[in-house]
């Protein structure tokens, strides 16, 4: 069994035990242990600003957005309905906003997992043109270290670091430690699945036989025997995005990227800025052609809440998505199946009452200590 | 494998440089200075016709991502190689289905005949599609050999069978007493001879055979019954690299002057032959369903692999879906090809022992 070290939050605000062994009223049944890098303990300090610098509007270039904007306690940490996020002046990226509701367990951030940490991740969209549209994170110290509140909260948080020293590497250790608060099991599927209270109603269960059965939903959305996080860490090519790259351009610009890696070269500017760019996915992080169009396989937890859904949020609903993948990989009958395709993905034949079912289990997997309604 | 070892690998090794996704891509460097290329290899696709349009989506779904990928290969492949078994049973309407998917294909291609496409009616459509069975080509300093490996005796192909039908599915069924191992022949044999004969003996050859010209496994014809012959023939020649399909599965070895380096298939991976095992197995009858949709990922061990020939020698890497990226390098020590990470007895990984 695993202990974790019965830490300092006893009294803490969020009400979060790391003790596995006993009883799970925590809120935490289904979820692993946690890893907390050892050199960025949780405290309940450091949670605590943590919190408030992932509510700040005042790190973007109009003083509007914060990380809360596009991850919304109110909507289970994203902007849903929204498609693809918005960001300064309205400006729209290419991605949908992932929950940050469980990416504490992720093994990679970003739908393309270019980001290998909670603490690296935090740097980006700061900076991202689109996103915090800040020129580089000068202005975000700068508010800090003016800001009498953040250098007291700072020394407590950082065995009393000096105003002057107070850096990025404390700024995204705080949000990080705020985010691995975030983790929530113990939705009406954890107990039923993992303590045998008859929490699922026949037709979810019969749901959930089409999850790991006809369904092939479960090789990648992985339930384990003691927790699930419902992904398997990885990136398939499952016939989101890529379609919309015409031919052409996917030969020219996949062509770019593999030139720059033969002559080991930098990636052209041009290259990466191009919308398109965006749905190649995984192949653009590790040029890998196994890669093309793959994009990570996300949690399944409070899914019902996180519409619409995919990397793009180009499916509106969870039917939509059975249908798409009922269909082998293609949002319409219309849509050509891309020969990049991961080897999973293949067309499924579900009745209508499978579908209907697989949709309703889905529902079950929504937990409740974190979402404000 | 990471971008930065990614980078080392094609600083440190680069030269025949092969990648299969199904498909391999081949840099052949000891090829006049100043005129490296590369070429690819795609093999092993069989196509399969279910009735009326239909055929079985998996390996049309190995065959065209073996395609589209080779379609993004940089540097861009002088010609590309199909190593045989196009079709599953060798009728028209699989061979024109794999050639429609072929054609996306932007190269200069030369086709080996496999088994599967020759049964049915002795390569008669194949090489109308296609053209003849065995030839030669000189590309930029090396002299390039087609052959048909899959040919047996006159009384089996001709006498034996009652319909074309029959002959084609006897011949392409494992550990089957009825089966009749391949060979190149005598007539081919000949040609083989003479095509050399005006090829210096300092030029490197490459071969192309469908089955490994050498004798590995009798009972899934991974054999060439007249191999001693066509390498006798081979002999003479400083280097020489046989590459083959038919085995769907990663095989190399050293005879002599020879390397022969087989290329996995877009289908499906073989295991090792049961039969083949010196040790009678245990594996127990599986009785529980497994907690996931098994075999799930279809393109498993149908993965890229790098040749490298710098040395004149085949040096592979292989870069498998969900595996440790390996190199198998010609060791001078041992004077073949080995693995070069798993030499030594404990490095190696144990083999799985419970199930
Ligand atoms: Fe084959
Ligand atoms: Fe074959």
């Known amino acids: 069994m695993i202990t974790y070290p019965k830490v300092w939050f006893a009294a803490a605000a969020v009400a979060l035990s790391f003790n596995f062994a006993g009883a799970r009223d925590d809120g935490l049944l289904g979820l692993p242990a946690l890893d907390v890098p050892s050199d960025n303990p949780i405290t309940k300090e450091k949670v605590v600003l943590?919190?408030?610098?992932?509510?700040?509007?005042?790190?973007?270039?109009?003083?509007?957005?914060?990380?809360?904007?596009?991850?919304?306690?109110?909507?289970?940490?994203?902007?849903?309905?929204?498609?693809?996020?918005?960001?300064?002046?309205?400006?729209?990226?290419?991605?949908?906003?992932?929950?940050?509701?469980?990416?504490?367990?992720?093994?990679?951030?970003?739908?393309?997992?270019?980001?290998?940490?909670?603490?690296?991740?935090?740097?980006?969209?700061?900076?991202?043109?689109?996103?915090?549209?800040?020129?580089?994170?000068?202005?975000?110290?700068?508010?800090?270290?003016?800001?009498?509140?953040?250098?007291?909260?700072?020394?407590?948080?950082?065995?009393?670091?000096?105003?002057?020293?107070?850096?990025?590497?404390?700024?995204?250790?705080?949000?990080?430690?705020?985010?691995?608060?975030?983790?929530?099991g113990d939705s009406r599927f954890d107990r039923w699945y993992y303590k045998g209270e008859p929490?699922?109603?026949?037709?979810?269960?019969?749901?959930?036989?089409?999850?790991?059965?006809?369904?092939?939903?479960?090789?990648?959305?992985?339930?384990?025997?003691?927790?699930?996080?419902?992904?398997?860490?990885?990136?398939?090519?499952?016939?989101?995005?890529?379609?919309?790259?015409?031919?052409?351009?996917?030969?020219?610009?996949?062509?770019?990227?593999?030139?720059?890696?033969?002559?080991?070269?930098?990636?052209?500017?041009?290259?990466?800025?191009?919308?398109?760019?965006?749905?190649?996915?995984?192949?653009?992080?590790?040029?890998?052609?196994?890669?093309?169009?793959?994009?990570?396989?996300?949690?399944?937890?409070?899914?019902?809440?996180?519409?619409?859904?995919?990397?793009?949020?180009?499916?509106?609903?969870?039917?939509?998505?059975?249908?798409?993948?009922?269909?082998?990989?293609?949002?319409?009958?219309?849509?050509?199946?891309?020969?990049?395709?991961?080897?999973?993905?293949?067309p499924l034949n579900l009745t209508t009452a499978e579908k209907k079912n697989l949709v309703a289990f889905m529902k079950t997997l929504t937990s409740g200590k974190h979402l404000k309604k | 494998m990471s971008r930065n070892s990614r980078r080392d690998f094609l600083k440190n090794a680069a030269l025949l440089g092969v990648a299969t996704l199904p498909m391999s891509l081949v840099r052949l460097s000891f090829a006049k200075s100043g005129d490296d290329f590369t070429f690819a290899y795609i093999s092993d696709s069989h196509i399969q016709h279910i009735k009326g349009n239909q055929f079985v989506r998996n390996w049309d779904m190995g065959l065209k991502r073996a395609v589209a990928e080779a379609n993004l290969l940089v540097p861009k492949p002088d010609f590309v190689v199909y190593g045989g078994d196009l079709a599953q049973l060798g009728t028209k309407a699989e061979l024109d289905h794999g050639a429609e998917i072929m054609s996306a294909l932007k190269y200069k291609t030369h086709y080996v005949m496999g088994e599967h496409d020759y049964y049915l009616d002795l390569g008669a459509y194949w090489e109308k599609l296609f053209g003849p069975q065995w030839h030669s080509f000189d590309h930029k300093g090396v002299h390039f050999i087609v052959l048909n490996s899959v040919l047996t005796h006159h009384h089996w192909t001709y006498e034996r069978w009652p319909t074309a039908e029959r002959r084609m599915a006897e011949m392409s069924g494992l550990d089957n007493p009825n089966g009749s191992p391949f060979m190149v022949g005598e007539k081919q044999r000949e040609w083989l001879k003479n095509d050399l004969a005006k090829v210096p003996k300092s030029t490197p050859i490459v071969v192309f055979s469908h089955s490994p010209l050498q004798k590995i496994f009798k009972g899934w014809n991974f054999w060439t019954d007249d191999a001693e012959q066509v390498q006798a023939i081979l002999k003479p020649f400083q280097r020489v690299s046989v590459i083959y399909g038919h085995v769907h599965q990663i095989q190399y070895n050293q005879i002599g002057n020879i390397s022969f380096h087989s290329v996995m298939a877009t289908a499906w991976p073989w295991p090792y032959p049961q039969s083949y095992a010196l040790a009678e197995s245990h594996l127990p009858v599986l009785t529980v369903p497994m907690n996931r949709a098994d075999p799930f990922f279809e393109r498993d061990a149908t993965g890229w692999q790098f040749m490298n020939v710098k040395t004149g020698r085949v040096d592979l890497t292989y870069q498998l879906p969900n595996n440790t990226t390996r190199t198998v390098a010609f060791n001078a020590k041992t004077g073949k090809p080995g693995d070069i990470a798993y030499q030594e007895k404990t490095k190696r990984i144990p083999p799985q022992d419970h199930y």
């Open chain 1, 199 to 346: 929490t699922l109603t026949a037709n979810e269960i019969k749901g959930f036989q089409v999850f790991i059965g006809n369904g092939r939903c479960v090789s990648c959305h992985a339930v384990e025997h003691t927790s699930a996080l419902f992904t398997d860490h990885k990136f398939h090519n499952i016939g989101v995005g890529i379609n919309r790259i015409p031919g052409k351009d996917l030969a020219q610009m996949a062509q770019e990227f593999l030139r720059a890696k033969y002559n080991r070269e930098e990636v052209d500017e041009k290259v990466l800025k191009n919308p398109l760019a965006s749905d190649l996915g995984r192949f653009a992080v590790t040029l890998e052609m196994t890669d093309m169009g793959g994009f990570k396989t996300s949690t399944l937890r409070n899914i019902d809440l996180t519409a619409p859904y995919m990397h793009d949020g180009s499916l509106k609903t969870l039917d939509e998505v059975v249908e798409h993948y009922n269909r082998g990989g293609a949002s319409s009958d219309k849509e050509p199946i891309n020969p990049y395709l991961s080897g999973g993905i293949r």
């Open chain 1, 50 to 184: 943590g919190e408030r610098l992932f509510n700040d509007t005042r790190f973007s270039s109009t003083g509007k957005i914060s990380c809360a904007t596009c991850h919304s306690p109110a909507k289970a940490f994203t902007d849903s309905p929204l498609k693809t996020s918005k960001g300064i002046n309205d400006l729209t990226g290419t991605r949908n906003s992932p929950t940050v509701l469980n990416s504490a367990f992720n093994l990679t951030q970003f739908w393309d997992g270019r980001s290998p940490t909670l603490e690296n991740q935090s740097l980006h969209p700061f900076v991202n043109s689109v996103e915090m549209g800040l020129k580089d994170h000068a202005p975000i110290i700068e508010t800090i270290r003016n800001d009498p509140a953040y250098v007291e909260a700072f020394k407590k948080a950082f065995n009393g670091i000096d105003q002057g020293k107070i850096s990025m590497t404390e700024v995204t250790r705080a949000i990080a430690a705020f985010e691995r608060t975030l983790i929530d």
